[in-house]
């Protein structure tokens, strides 16, 4: 159940306007003209985007300097969604976290996150306020949603996406180019 029928969201990294900073404030703001309750913290260095958060003026933003891994995971288990809506990455390991934690996450396609919309993850369309919006809304409504693609997400890293795997891979490669 969301903790005092408010979603958490939660944004962990560098908040600035390559992640999609710009578009989470203005879909909060959105948010907050519905009366929608929620309560967002960013965990991270956010200090590209303090005159960007302090124009927009969402409500119910709470910011934290970077943390150690440890207490990362305080972030990560008392959070209902993580909202990643980046505008360019290779692969952010911060959502990879999110989704090993088993929390459902919305995310650009540009994150880079290996999600399958609606099966372990939300994907929305890049620089897009009411997709943005729109699913955070669906996964506050929907505990089963919430429950389903978080449990896919956290089972899609554990078993695909270990250091075992990743050793593998490197291996192959080098093993392929020194072939050839």
């Known amino acids: 159940e969301l903790k005092n ?3 958490h969201i939660l944004f962990t990294g560098g908040f600035g306007f390559r992640k999609g900073a710009e578009y989470i404030l203005k879909a909060l ?32 933003v709470t910011l934290i300097n970077t943390v150690p891994q440890d ?22 390991s911060s959502g990879m976290e999110a989704m090993a934690a088993g929390l459902p996450v919305i995310a650009s396609i540009e994150s880079g996150l290996p999600i399958e919309n609606g099966v372990d993850g939300i994907i929305v369309k890049s620089k897009n306020v009411q997709d943005i919006v729109d699913a955070i809304k669906k996964i506050a409504s929907d505990k089963c949603l919430r429950e389903t ?32």
């Open 5 to 7: 029928n408010i979603l």
């Open 29 to 60: 703001v959105q948010l907050d003209k519905e009366n929608f309750p929620y309560e967002f913290t960013c965990v991270g260095d956010s200090s590209g985007a303090i005159d960007l958060i302090n124009g927009i003026g969402a409500k119910n």
């Open 71 to 92: 207490e990362l995971k305080h972030y990560l288990s008392n959070s209902d969604v993580y909202l990643f809506p980046s505008l360019c990455e290779g692969c952010a």
């Open 149 to 180: 693609i978080g449990k896919s997400a956290a089972n899609k890293i554990s078993e695909h996406y270990t250091w075992e795997q990743y050793a593998q891979n490197v291996q192959a490669i080098y093993n392929e180019l020194n072939y050839n």
